[in-house]
């Protein structure tokens, strides 16, 4: 008689022991946060352009990225890691923002991007607050006279393929009982190239955008006319990707500091002596000495250091600041800020409350 006892049973349950484990292995990747493994890569995979969106993200002459939106990657880059240089930008078509995101290609999209209903429930992405106001407009050449989008009556528009003004046209056609041909272009060259050589009577697109374009591309602002805002006004925000509440939040939290700061008149140029007065008497503004850094409590919940307000501020800026050095009185495009501005300006801009 055999007086072991059988290990038939322990081996059964070994094997389902580890069955069950790398059943769950996946998930357990997967609950891993983006910031995680950002810290773990030591670099930010930001999202670019196949191209220039003049403005918003371009290459200058010596080949680094600029622009609005890469401003948030930099600032990103700078809570994490104390500098916004730590950032890989990937360039990519409109169409292929939502696909890398996904893929994991890249961590975020900061690129123009529309906050949806369509893009929150049937992409597996979650957006941040809104970081810019923009509504979609017409351009037209104001040698044809048209005064108003129902004038477009029987054209060829021309607009940027894979972004959320084509469906916001086919809308608008419906609702104002309007016809006419749309042509879509996936490189921002080539679609302003097909306008401006005759091959559109309309350039449909989101207005600052617009701006940008006639302020670069014409010697007389004054041959092309932005009709009044006739399609829709959208906010843009940030993509990540789903599910993942502590990158979501590290990100919505970037772009309110920013916001903040200048609503409380810190700026890059003035951070460093509102900190030092701060660190020799923090008891005179407990709430800014938390907020700068020099006490504790914007950090650690957010997986950030305590200073990193600091940081983003001194490395990139407060919004206005951002504003007015890509799109604004400091750039070539002058853009004015409508929209944009602060909500105690009169503006749509406002974020959510450091307690």
């Given at each position: 008689?055999?007086?072991?006892?059988?290990?038939?049973?322990?081996?059964?349950?070994?094997?389902?022991?580890?069955?069950?484990?790398?059943?769950?292995?996946?998930?357990?990747?997967?609950?891993?946060?983006?910031?995680?493994?950002?810290?773990?890569?030591?670099?930010?995979?930001?999202?670019?352009?196949?191209?220039?969106?003049?403005?918003?993200?371009?290459?200058?002459?010596?080949?680094?990225?600029?622009?609005?939106?890469?401003?948030?990657?930099?600032?990103?880059?700078?809570?994490?890691?104390?500098?916004?240089?730590?950032?890989?930008?990937?360039?990519?078509?409109?169409?292929?923002?939502?696909?890398?995101?996904?893929?994991g290609d890249v961590d975020v999209v900061f690129k123009a991007t529309g906050w949806t209903l369509s893009r929150d429930t049937?992409?597996?992405?979650?957006?941040?607050?809104?970081?810019?106001?923009?509504?979609?407009?017409?351009?037209?050449?104001?040698?044809?006279?048209?005064?108003t989008g129902k004038e477009l009556n029987g054209a060829t528009v021309c607009t940027a393929s894979g972004t959320s003004i084509?469906?916001?046209?086919?809308?608008?056609?419906?609702?104002?009982?309007?016809?006419?041909?749309?042509?879509?272009?996936?490189?921002?060259?080539?679609?302003?190239?097909?306008?401006?050589?005759?091959?559109?009577?309309?350039?449909?697109?989101?207005?600052?955008?617009?701006?940008?374009?006639?302020?670069?591309?014409?010697?007389?602002?004054?041959?092309?006319?932005?009709?009044?805002?006739?399609?829709?006004?959208?906010?843009?925000?940030?993509?990540?990707?789903?599910?993942?509440?502590?990158?979501?939040?590290?990100?919505?939290?970037?772009?309110?500091?920013?916001?903040?700061?200048?609503?409380?008149?810190?700026?890059?140029?003035?951070?460093?002596?509102?900190?030092?007065?701060?660190?020799?008497?923090?008891?005179?503004?407990?709430?800014?000495?938390?907020?700068?850094?020099?006490?504790?409590?914007?950090?650690?919940?957010?997986?950030?250091?305590?200073?990193?307000?600091?940081?983003?501020?001194?490395?990139?800026?407060?919004?206005?600041?951002?504003?007015?050095?890509?799109?604004?009185?400091?750039?070539?495009?002058?853009?004015?800020?409508?929209?944009?501005r602060l909500w105690k300006n009169g503006g749509l801009i406002y974020g959510p409350v450091f307690d």
């Amino acid at each position: 008689m055999n007086t072991f006892p059988s290990l038939t049973p322990l081996l059964r349950w070994t094997a389902s022991a580890f069955m069950a484990i790398a059943a769950i292995s996946p998930a357990m990747a997967q609950s891993k946060s983006t910031l995680d493994a950002i810290k773990d890569r030591g670099n930010l995979r930001c999202s670019a352009h196949n191209g220039s969106f003049p403005g918003f993200f371009e290459v200058d002459d010596k080949g680094a990225w600029k622009g609005f939106d890469i401003q948030f990657c930099k600032a990103l880059s700078a809570a994490i890691f104390g500098s916004p240089e730590k950032v890989t930008y990937v360039p990519l078509s409109w169409a292929q923002r939502f696909p890398s995101l996904i893929s994991g290609d890249v961590d975020v999209v900061f690129k123009a991007t529309g906050w949806t209903l369509s893009r929150d429930t049937k992409q597996k992405i979650d957006f941040s607050i809104p970081y810019f106001v923009g509504g979609f407009q017409f351009m037209v050449p104001t040698t044809s006279k048209i005064k108003t989008g129902k004038e477009l009556n029987g054209a060829t528009v021309c607009t940027a393929s894979g972004t959320s003004i084509e469906p916001v046209l086919a809308d608008y056609t419906a609702s104002e009982k309007v016809k006419f041909q749309i042509v879509t272009y996936e490189k921002s060259e080539e679609l302003q190239g097909a306008y401006f050589a005759g091959r559109c009577d309309a350039l449909a697109g989101w207005g600052p955008s617009l701006a940008v374009t006639r302020a670069q591309k014409v010697k007389d602002p004054a041959s092309q006319t932005i009709l009044p805002i006739s399609l829709s006004l959208e906010p843009v925000a940030a993509a990540v990707r789903q599910d993942d509440k502590k990158f979501r939040t590290a990100v919505n939290w970037v772009i309110a500091a920013m916001i903040r700061a200048e609503e409380l008149g810190i700026t890059s140029s003035n951070v460093d002596a509102m900190r030092a007065q701060l660190t020799s008497n923090p008891a005179s503004n407990p709430g800014l000495a938390k907020f700068l850094g020099v006490q504790k409590g914007v950090g650690a919940e957010l997986g950030l250091p305590d200073t990193w307000v600091y940081t983003v501020i001194k490395s990139v800026g407060n919004y206005g600041q951002v504003y007015e050095r890509e799109l604004g009185a400091g750039s070539p495009y002058k853009l004015d800020r409508a929209s944009n501005r602060l909500w105690k300006n009169g503006g749509l801009i406002y974020g959510p409350v450091f307690d």
